[in-house]
């Protein structure tokens, strides 16, 4: 594939605990995030309201998987959670308050040359929101395997 | 005459108990499917203006010449038709498809469709063993499979026509001759939501294949029907055996290199390729332990086995995407098969719950809903996402309690129940796009789906030229891989295919050409085309159109040769594509005239609100998606991102004019008694005579 990957190099400061506790709040409706999770089949909607909730979204996406020798099956059910970095880096500047965030998103996003191109960015954008949360969980003691295993069998 | 027909559509009245037969031969002028069933319905439901629910209501399920045979993609398919209870705010007669192995047995079986009309006075199933065909009791007091999720009742019908000789052959017939199998039979049926006449109850046929949209789960319900069961110990007769083979043989050569898998754009599968493809190959499934499954006589086999504890079994597509609307969105995405199993037990189609679940929390969001609140619940709205609220939120629909006694009317009736339609489908906080149905591919730019959409009872949900110019279009450049083919060599390619006109200016979505005269031709050609190809002839949505092909020279994929090809090799008869085309306006008109007889209007066929104010709404939420698609802009082709469009209210509305005008319809867009006749169409033209419409 000709897509280009990069490592990502921001490192986000370790946050205290009242901006861990703020980090990881719901939001209210009028402040939802809105990203589509894209397959051939169609189009899902779907309403995120915390970082949590963009980390799930993100989950869904296998695109950065496509082109991997066994990843045939998955390009079939490919689906793309797609979310413009700008317009994530802006909800969470405005919205979560974490402003370090999200100039990191842009920085690390703006790397990537060409300016269509997708897998890459997502990648970012979860690397990026997926360190945080785990710092935040880290701050607040809770225990991520815990939070894990709840949220399956909850 | 052998012509891949069995002969017989079979009739079953329900609250007679008469079963009695069609001669096929006085349908045949329809090809199959679609369009046998429209007219079945037109003859045999007297009076069009009758609900859902009514006992007068007639269910039909139609195959067609080449269900049961060789042809790719078609063995399996069936075509189910009634008055619906999901459509809102009429019950449109509406339609839908599923694959399988139920159509191929029905013919195997001798026969061509099944109608059913009346009303039991208690539980009961249909048992077809060839041509013996049995009423039988389903109830508490006989065969127990009222109450039952549709995966159980079909395990115990195949126990009770099979004997419990699972590992034996069947004996089917008075001799040891005249008819042994070893294979279970085809089962439709309905879960718990269509016996409690949840209005958008699907039909489920083995796993995950199914009849979703329209709710004709809860038209079994209002009859009393649990389940059909078929067994069919006989063939199909093909008019031209070896023109068959070598059909199949052409399209094995020419529609996909087994030894090569070769995406149509590198990373990206192409439209006929699929999981099957890549099973036979031995790649995909193997690397991730997933098994092969899909419909009788399909090498693409798309369904798929979910994951290897068997959960999901077959379930693929739209099926699963409810858990990813529960999961993705509150933290819990490994959630989710139990979660699309226990939507398919029940019988319910996915799409409403997935659109009523954020609508729904943003409602308790906002303080609007919840205990003691404006729309009182007391689901457990505080866990959304988890196992625990999922199981309450369909049970509730299931068994009407809680919010669940309005939400098991449509999302469309609860809103406007609860004085909220007009708010929140104008906001788009209620994703309804027509009909009452949910948005799915998007009529702002894709909008030959939404136009026919909206001129229809349903979304179309046919996925052909989206995949080759949205899907493919978009993922390309978010790959970073350049377009298959430049923007003007792909509409001419397309556009050539689009007989009788082959003009490829049908295809410029562009924000004056989706207007233009020419899209008014593309959405009439898109209509018929499908009406009869798809829906009538019967060829899988998802495996024909084959309009991009990477394992063909330029691309050219092996539309229109490949659907009269394998359709006339089994009929024997010369039906050009243009006459299948022709043959799809025809049903097109009489699903139209049966629309105006149930009382059809020309506000019926806008499209909701949303859809001319929504661009990037309160707040963060957008549809800024790549939506790239082929444009004609200052006298030339290119490839636009088009995300961000907003329909036009004068616009829509003069398009429709000049629809109509298109189609031969008066200024209210019914078919003209000239139109219809045209088309011999003349019963219908008398009935809507008589009726004082035209
Ligand atoms: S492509 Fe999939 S749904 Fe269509 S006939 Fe084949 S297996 Fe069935």
Redesign the pocket.
Known sequence: MAMEFVTVDAKLAIPGVEAARAFLQECGFDDRLVGVLMKASGMLPMDLYSLEHVLSFFAYDNSDAIGDEAAVFQERRLGVSYLAPGRLARWISEVVGDRELAEAIEVEAARIEDPHVYPPRMRIMRELVSARVLQCYEVLGIDMEAETASATSR | MANGYAGKILVVDLSSGEISSLDTADYAEYGGGHGMGSAVFFDLCEDKTISAFDPANVITFMSGPIQGTLA??????CEVQAIGPQPWPVEWFTRSNF??RFSGMLKFAGWDGIAVTGKAEKPVWIDIRDSDVTVRDASETGDALWGLGTYDAESRIYELVRGGEESDWTTYGASRDSGRLAQNPAVVSCGQAGENLVRYAALIHEGG?GAGQGGFGAVFGSKNLKAISVIGTGQVAIADPQALMEARAWWHENYFDWDDYKPSLPGLHSYGE?G?GGNQSGGALRNVGQRP???????????GGRSATAEMPGS?CFDTWYQAQSGVMWGNPAASPSNTDLLQQYGINAWEPSMQLPWLVGLYKQGILGPGKEIDSNLPFDQVGSDAFNAAFLDCIVNGTDIGADLKEGAARAATKWGRYEQDVTSGDLAIAMHGYAHHYDARTEFEWGAGSALGDRDINEHDITWVLYWHTSMAPLYGQPQALPAKEMVEMIGATLLPYADPMMLDFSDEGIYSDNFVKFVSWHRAYTRFWKQSAMY????ITDWLNPWADGYKGLTPEIEPRFYNAVTGSDTSFEQGVEMGTKIWNLDRAIWYLQGRKPEHDLLAEWQFRRQTPAAHSTYEIPYIMPVYENGEWAYKNLWGRTLDHAKYDDFLKRYYAFEGWDANGCPTAETLKKHGLDKAADELAAAGIV
């Open positions: 790719p993609f078609g063995a399996g398919r694959g399988g294949g699929g099957g499954i899909g419909c009788m006589g399909c090498t693409k086999l798309c369904h693929s899988c949505d998802w495996g």
